[in-house]
């Protein structure tokens, strides 16, 4: 049990610094790089969330110290922040900080306002799915469908 023993005793300081800092670099870049403004939510607040929670250890490290599974719950904190299988970054943005962030501040500016009011509305998904139908058959396809639901809302 020795070296497994070890290892278990030392996960925490051989996966963190992958999971909260090496994958997170390389994802942000990546989205950077991205034309999407979604991803880039993605890990801006992630990058934002980390922050908070460094400056809670900081100032809290007296008390932190004394907790031996410290290490292991932000350990998976960040697993659950940062893996995209949870986006927990994304989640937190979208049920926590969004309602106190001035809304509509990540649709893209170079869309008519119709379609940016109606992204506005959406939820993360939903834009990431019409943004690719946007980039797929065009911003006139889209204004399309929206003044057809418009038209059988109406309706009804």
């Known amino acids: 049990m020795g070296f497994l023993g070890a290892l278990a005793r030392n996960l925490d300081a051989l ?16 989205a950077i790089e991205s034309p999407s ?3 880039d939510q993605q890990w801006l607040t992630y990058w934002v969330l980390y922050s908070f929670l460094t400056l809670f250890e900081l100032s809290c ?5 004394w907790l031996p599974f ?5 350990l998976i904190f960040c697993l659950w922040l940062v893996l995209p299988i949870f986006n927990g970054a994304a989640y937190i943005y979208e ?3 969004r309602r106190y962030v001035k809304v ?8 008519p306002e119709g379609q940016r009011k109606v992204l506005q509305m959406m939820s993360l998904d ?17 204004d399309r469908v929206v003044k ?5 809302a109406k309706k009804h």
């Open 15 to 30: 996966l963190g610094p992958g999971v909260m800092l090496l994958y997170p670099l390389y994802a942000s870049m990546r």
């Open 104 to 111: 509509g501040s990540y649709v893209s500016s170079n869309l």
């Open 95 to 97: 049920n926590f900080v």
């Open 70 to 74: 410290w290490p292991y719950m932000k």
């Open 148 to 152: 057809a639901a418009e038209r059988e």
């Open 126 to 142: 939903a834009r990431k799915s019409v943004e690719r139908y946007i980039d797929k058959y065009g911003p006139e396809a889209f």
């Open 61 to 65: 490290w007296k008390i932190l110290q």
């Open 37 to 39: 403004p979604l991803d």
